[in-house]
């Protein structure tokens, strides 16, 4: 059974950093395009990064320079390491693995606020 699960997430100051990690199983981890997205109540989901097989990366205007996502296909795992991090950051931050099919994990919170 595929399980996509996240961590790393919690409140945090602003202008602190966060890394969010999200573990992949029972998927071939390393043909996957993985990607971080994010929720807040009322909006719709959005892309904040997503890193490719080859490890390309691709970021939402709105991060970059503060966000970078990074991928250890040993590990299974894909990381969000978000810096200098604003009250509008606050939502919930889902990862995403896609490739034939598609796979969300559940969310992690991030909160920042003082």
């Known amino acids: 059974q595929v399980q996509i699960v996240e961590s790393g997430g919690g409140l945090v100051q602003p202008g602190g950093s966060m890394r969010l990690s999200c573990t992949a199983s029972?998927?071939?981890?390393?043909?996957?395009?993985l990607g971080w997205y994010r929720q807040t109540p009322g909006t719709q989901r959005e892309l904040v990064a997503e890193?490719?097989?080859?490890?390309?990366?691709k970021y939402a205007d709105s991060f970059k320079g503060r966000f970078t996502i990074s991928r250890d296909n040993a590990k299974n795992t894909v990381y969000l390491q978000m810096n200098n991090l604003r009250p509008e950051d606050t939502a919930v931050y889902y990862c995403?693995?896609?490739?034939?099919?598609?796979?969300w994990g559940q969310g992690t919170q991030v909160t920042v606020s003082s």
């Open positions: 995403n693995a896609w490739n034939r099919d598609e796979y």
């Open positions: 029972e998927i071939a981890f390393n043909l996957y395009i």
């Open positions: 890193i490719d097989s080859g490890g390309n990366k």
